[in-house]
């Protein structure tokens, strides 16, 4: 993997890595993006999806790397982490936390005095923290809180004209990042960076994006934008400060039609928007539009604390009128051709929300991303029904410059020389073909240091009926039962569903004696720590487990998946993406709804096997895995494991696992 990094930085292409658990990939990619910064006196760009892998590259693989690699090289390597500028605390921000009513006004008393005294303890580690990274206040406060001492880029006043400018630890954290070899970020700070018009990263050449398989989500979601009546509200209180009060009434208005119309309006996918709706929505526009010329048409000259109020005001208004109008304009097109899906989210447990975000991100990866830099994608599952090609293309790649080459070595044809007379790469058999600006990009799988056959069996409980609609149904529960039983204990649960997660630990911790950890009884660092210290024990949970949890040792040998993890029929990103598929000749349910379901299934069953030294079991209650036509796809989706559909096999394997487990004698 590390001369294929060289390789691609070298000849300026694309590089797609699946670089499996244990592989040492870090250091794969971070030797050479430290040779190429050093050599060519620039910097190169790590980006990471989760903070786990973003703290271990800063605070374990980057220093032991320096350290080792200084004697070798004339200097020794630097390296800093840079975040969003919501995740520092703002000094001018902070001599007026608390004091918002539109921040706090929608809380009862009890959590009003509770933020105040988070508030208060804010302004004490404001005088001690070096940083203002709010990842190193040890406890944490809520978001709330935090909102009332940090301000996002389009709120800053910026260091010239803050009173604090010389003194903002988001400046010190960009001019820290601005000299170095390596800089650690992560997705959504690569996101916003590309749809920005400035650059919020240092200038590089190359960047490397570890837990790839995360990108798209990550940049649909920095390029989805939410409209609320506390937007709303918010925005209309800002501005109320500084304009007529006829104006900013005027879009407090819209914020109380805008919560009339969302609750008279049905939740999910909006095809065709309602004559009432589309009027709220024009209004908020416009009323919002009304409040920025107002503001901006003020003299020019403030004090600082006018400016702040002006650039909070400003940033809350555009936030508000460029969601209305990219609501409205998604609509203009006929439905086969629009590239934006509109939804409303009602739940119990948040106010209504009218969203909107791309159908498609490629697009925008291709132009921002893959444009003018050389960029590494690397993650232990790229490879879906055995073939990067569905990630790539999300991605916004086209075909892979090796995929004739490749083809033609395995039907045993000659090989083609490196280079061509010409210097033309005779391995991009594509090129005189290939469309303009489509990036070139090669594939690597390096493999894995397990021995899947051997350590892992992949069970289908095929006996089983299709999972129903109504929660889990008594055979499945007796099904868990019996693994359980057999593993005593030792099982991670991943459940597609908060409601069967809890079903499962009500009606199982009834009748299991090894204890049962339920995600929501704690937090999910402590349940996982639990589950790692406590070899007997059981924990049950949800989506964030998929891919959160990382217990090597007999703690871990059995993960039961309760049903393929498809998108829900009625998600509205999903099913817009799939249609949009489907009207444009592609197989919408393929490239979506099964493509989505075998990464999250790869990522769920990949909590198994986490060093060369564990041995388990992956049990997938439903049978469609082995039965669907698409079944195949799904499971050249996972390792090579030894597979089997008979339970009586697995219930042995398991108690083997768990004598040897407690005789602590290995298993062959």
């Given amino acids: ?18 670089a499996g658990t244990g592989t040492g990939k870090s250091l794969a990619y ?8 050093m050599v060519e006196k620039t910097t190169v760009v790590v980006s990471t999806a989760t903070i786990a892998l973003q703290n271990q590259l800063i605070d ?16 020794e390597p630097t390296f800093a982490v840079l975040k969003g500028r919501r995740n520092y605390l703002c000094r001018n921000r902070l001599q007026s936390a608390g004091e918002e009513a539109e921040d706090t006004e929608l809380f009862d008393p009890r959590q009003l005095s509770s933020l105040g005294r988070q508030v208060s303890r804010l302004h004490e580690w404001a005088e001690e923290t070096v940083t203002g990274d709010r990842d190193e206040l040890v ?20 260091a010239r004209v803050c009173p604090f400018g010389q003194e903002c630890f988001a400046e010190f954290a960009r001019e820290a990042a601005g000299g170095v070899d390596i800089v650690v970020t992560n997705h959504a700070m690569l996101s916003i960076d590309m749809s920005q018009e400035y650059r919020l990263l240092p200038e590089h050449d190359t960047i490397v994006i570890d ?16 409209l609320t009546e506390r937007s709303v509200t918010t925005a209309a209180k ?28 049905p939740d999910g996918r909006l095809d065709h928007m309602d004559e009432a709706l589309a009027n709220a929505v024009a209004a908020t526009r416009d009323a919002a539009s009304a409040c920025v010329a107002a503001i901006g048409s003020a003299s020019p000259e403030f004090d600082a604390d006018t400016t702040a109020d002006r650039r909070r005001a400003l940033a809350a208004l555009e936030e508000v009128h460029d969601a209305a109008v990219r609501v409205l ?18 739940t119990p447990a948040r106010p209504p929300a009218l969203n909107v975000a791309p159908l498609d991100v490629g697009g925008l990866l291709r132009e921002k991303l893959f444009g003018d830099r050389t960029v590494v994608l690397t993650s232990a599952t790229l490879t879906l029904g055995g073939d990067f090609r569905a990630l790539a293309g999300q991605w916004g790649l086209g075909h892979e410059v090796r995929a004739e080459a490749k083809e033609r070595a395995s039907r045993g044809a000659a090989p083609v020389p490196e280079k061509g007379a010409e210097g033309v790469d005779p391995d991009d ?5 290939r469309a303009a600006g489509e990036p070139r990009w090669r594939a690597l799988d390096v493999g894995s240091p397990f021995e899947h056959a051997r350590s892992g069996i992949l069970y289908v409980a095929k006996h089983l009926p299709p999972p129903g609609r109504d929660g889990l149904s008594p055979a499945y529960l007796d099904e868990i039962f019996e693994l359980v039983q057999a593993a005593d204990g030792r099982t991670l649960c991943l459940f597609s569903s908060m409601r069967a997660t809890q079903q499962a630990a009500e009606e199982l911790r009834e009748r299991l004696d090894q204890p049962i950890l339920c995600q929501g009884d704690d937090t999910t660092g402590r349940l996982v720590r639990q589950f790692a210290e406590d070899e007997r024990s059981c924990l049950f949970g949800t989506l964030s487990l998929w891919q959160g949890v990382d217990v090597p040792g007999p703690s871990l040998s059995l993960v039961v998946v309760d049903r393929v993890p498809f998108p829900r029929p009625d998600d509205p990103l999903a099913s817009a993406r799939r249609r949009a598929v489907d009207a444009h000749g592609g197989n919408g349910f393929l490239t979506v709804t099964a493509t989505h379901a075998a990464l999250l299934l790869a990522q769920g069953t990949g909590r198994l096997l986490r060093s060369t030294q564990d041995r388990g079991v992956i049990a997938v209650l439903d049978p469609r895995l082995a039965t669907a036509r698409y079944g195949g796809f799904l499971r050249a989706s996972l390792p090579p494991y030894w597979e089997t559909t008979d339970p009586g096999v697995v219930r042995s394997a398991l108690r083997r696992l768990a004598e040897a487990a407690t005789t602590a004698t290995p298993v062959p």
């Fill in 139 to 158: 406890p944490g406060v809520s978001d709330l809180a935090w909102r009332q001492v940090s301000v996002g880029g389009n709120e800053c006043v910026g």
């Fill in 238 to 265: 800002r501005a109320a400060r500084l304009v007529e009060p006829q104006i900013g009434e005027r879009l407090t208005e819209c914020a109380d039609g805008l919560a009339l119309v969302f609750t008279e309006s």
């Fill in 1 to 18: 993997m590390a001369e294929a990094v060289v390789e691609a930085v070298d000849r300026r292409e694309h590089l797609v890595v699946q």
């Fill in 429 to 433: 058999e594509d090129g005189p073909h």
């Fill in 60 to 75: 374990r693989d980057l220093p032991r790397l320096a350290e080792a690699l200084s004697p070798l090289l004339f200097r």
């Fill in 329 to 346: 304009e998604s609509y203009e097109p006929a439905l086969r051709d629009r590239t934006e899906v509109v939804w409303l989210t009602k």
């Fill in 30 to 37: 971070l030797v050479p993006a430290i040779r190429h910064a």
């Fill in 211 to 226: 837990e790839a398989h995360e990108l798209v989500d990550r940049a649909t979601s920095t390029a989805t934008a939410t």
